[in-house]
């Protein structure tokens, strides 16, 4: 089987109900979608409830798994853990059908189609999967997981930065009462 084979569900042949598939996603997989070389080490497993209706079908992908990344606060790497569920609705429309807008989570594919490539979506997913902030986590006796001297560093530099006023804004004080 293809690699980009790997992630087409063939949907034709399918009893109606769930049915279970179970993706592994690595490097190689976020290279091919050009991810930022600053996270590595995917190491992501998806797994996908394909449930098949009459008319529809309900997608339900659950994420879970791990990647390094820098720390945004003291910049050192670390492995970050990944979890998170999606859902999403695949609705068939016959095929002399008009354009029809489609929404956030639901998509609209003609009854022609017999395989649905879900690539695109377990990379989505994956990546929304990444906090917008990623942080070293607490150790165990509550203490920033970050490199103490860059924490250090950062304490000096807020403390220093507070000393400094702009003399522009000095008249600006008496307005304040």
């Known amino acids: 089987m293809k690699y980009k084979r790997e992630f087409e569900v063939a949907w034709q042949g399918l009893k109606p109900g769930p049915h279970t ?3 592994d996603i690595d490097d190689r997989f976020m290279k091919e979608h050009e991810v930022d070389e600053t996270f590595n080490n995917w190491k992501a497993q998806v797994t996908l409830i394909f449930d098949k209706h ?3 079908f309900m997608l339900r ?24 569920e999606f859902n999403l609705v695949i609705k068939l429309i016959s095929d002399d059908a008009t354009a029809i807008d489609e929404e956030d989570d639901v998509i609209f594919i003609p009854r022609s189609e017999t395989v649905i490539d879900i690539s695109n979506w377990l990379y989505e997913f ?4 990444v906090p917008m ?3 070293h986590p607490d150790t165990a006796d509550g203490k920033p997981g970050c490199n103490p001297q860059a924490l250090d560093l950062l304490d000096k530099l807020s403390e220093h930065g507070e000393e400094v006023k702009n003399p522009l804004w000095k008249g600006l004080d008496k307005l304040k009462n």
């Open 61 to 84: 992908f659950d994420v879970d798994g791990k990647v390094t990344v820098p720390c945004d606060r003291c910049g050192d790497d670390f492995e970050l853990r990944l979890w998170d």
């Open 133 to 135: 902030q990623r942080i």
């Open 21 to 23: 598939y179970i993706y």
């Open 54 to 56: 009459e008319s529809f």
């Open 126 to 129: 994956v990546m929304l999967s």
